[in-house]
């Protein structure tokens, strides 16, 4: 073997896996199974303490996910991760090992919809307060911060409009304030940006988008950078103080830089329960061994799409971090070099009335409520994922009545952009 470090192509192939012991199986077996052997009772009892590693049930870890988990972490470059249900799963998982009923999260205000949704109304009920900020003004962020702040959570890529967050300029306010940085990668993938490698803390995917990338299977990933110091002066109860359940121990003190990834599995999937199947594990594992190709692609076609639309008569604006004179050119250039990814928005000269018409043409694209499949898609915003929003916080979010969301799919770009012409002419 070379001493050479594998580089991401060759990792989104091979991290993780190895041939089945026992058959040889080359693809990773799907270990559809609930409950695994003890071999012998002390083996029970030093798994039940975190006294050795190893699989219990699969609620808590299953050797599938096990695979998926590492292959994630080292894509983002991360000391562990741990595989759930879905990005929302993941989302609630990483707060409750941060926050105590009474606390704060800073949150940028350009968020997935569901997320926006997510962290009003259901978190209030746990008692975890959002405290929203603009991400296109760091100060924003500092201006929130209380004694009560527990972690600032931005999307690298945001959506709907694909805007570039200035990753490095935030997590110097959360290094500031002593809280970690979450960042949700779901829009760029590692492919495009490593969150870790400008400042994050905690990077958190929905694998329900392109990590998977076909479009089949739900699925959440939690990636510990292993940079946060969870001992400080007892802000994280969770990883500092005594497990009573675990004898006593502390989990920072036991597990080092990757306390927080056990903490979301011993703690967070054991008590919440969100686990990820197998199935749906090896359906995403498969779809991440082609995620450097077809994100290129992703990208090559959204730029494509979007110089079209920026030169079509009915188009009033294109927001695409990708185009020259985009307004977050500039950050894309230095966060995402490869590509601005496969997600936008632009608005129409007709307004709501146009957005809806345009939707309804489009014959290649699916009118849905996904993103990063290999299909594409369409989805105006002001009438679904962002209708739950009065009229400024749907402008403020980048949802504005005239927004229609495309993300764009691996297809032939010609034929999408004839798709597009059809539907804009007619
Ligand atoms: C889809 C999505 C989520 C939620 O993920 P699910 O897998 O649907 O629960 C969170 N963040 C972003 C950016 C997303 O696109």
């Known amino acids: 073997m070379s001493d050479r470090l594998p580089g991401f192509s060759t990792l989104a192939v091979h991290a993780g896996a190895q041939p089945d012991p026992t058959t040889g199986a080359r693809a990773t077996p799907i270990y559809q199974t609930t409950s695994f052997v003890f071999n012998d009772a002390d083996h029970a009892a030093s798994l039940f303490g975190l006294q050795a590693f190893g699989n219990i049930y699969t609620r808590i870890g299953n050797p599938t996910n096990a695979v998926l ?27 409750q090992q941060l926050l105590q009923p009474g606390d704060e999260f800073i949150a940028a205000r350009k968020l997935y ?53 200035d990753i490095e300029a ?43 990338g076909h479009g089949n299977s739900l699925g959440g990933i939690i990636v510990d950078a292993g940079t946060f110091d969870w001992s400080m002066g007892g802000k994280y109860p969770m990883l500092s103080e005594p497990r009573p359940e675990y004898h006593g121990i502390r989990l920072q003190e036991t597990f080092g830089n990757f306390a927080f990834a056990i903490a979301c599995r011993v703690l967070g999937l054991r008590d919440l329960g969100p686990a990820l199947s197998p199935f749906n594990a090896f359906m995403i594992l498969t779809g991440i061994e082609t995620l450097p190709l077809r994100m290129q692609k992703h990208c090559d076609n959204a730029k494509a799409v ?73 989805i105006h915003p002001a009438s679904t994922t962002h209708s739950q929003l009065d009229d400024a916080a749907k402008v403020k979010s980048g949802a504005g009545p005239d927004v229609v969301r495309l993300s764009i799919g691996i297809e032939d770009k010609e034929d999408l952009i004839a798709d597009l012409e059809q539907a804009l002419g007619a």
């Open 69 to 95: 988990e590492e292959r994630v972490a080292a894509l983002e470059g991360g000391t562990a991760a741990l595989a759930v249900a879905s990005g929302h799963a993941a989302q609630v998982v990483v707060l």
């Open 113 to 165: 919809g569901g997320s926006i949704n997510q962290f009003t109304h259901a978190f209030k009920s746990f008692g975890w307060n959002v405290v929203w900020a603009d991400p296109d003004d760091i100060s924003s962020f500092e201006r929130a911060v209380t004694p009560r702040t527990k972690a600032i959570f931005i999307e690298s890529i945001a959506n709907p409009a694909g805007s570039i967050t």
């Open 170 to 212: 935030i997590s110097t306010v959360a290094r500031k304030a002593g809280v970690p940085l979450i960042v949700d990668n779901t829009l760029a993938s590692p492919y495009l940006i490593r969150p870790i490698d400008h400042g994050a803390d905690i990077v958190v995917h929905s694998l329900t988008k392109f990590l998977g």
């Open 306 to 378: 979007a110089e079209f639309l920026a030169g079509h008569p009915a188009v009033a604006s294109v927001s695409y971090a990708g185009l020259p004179n985009d307004k977050y050119n500039q950050l894309a250039r230095k966060y995402a070099p490869k590509g601005a990814g496969a997600v936008f928005t632009f608005s129409l000269k007709g307004g709501y009335d146009a957005g809806v018409s345009l939707v309804s043409k489009l014959q290649l694209f699916s009118h849905l409520a996904n993103v990063g499949d290999t299909r594409s898609l369409v």
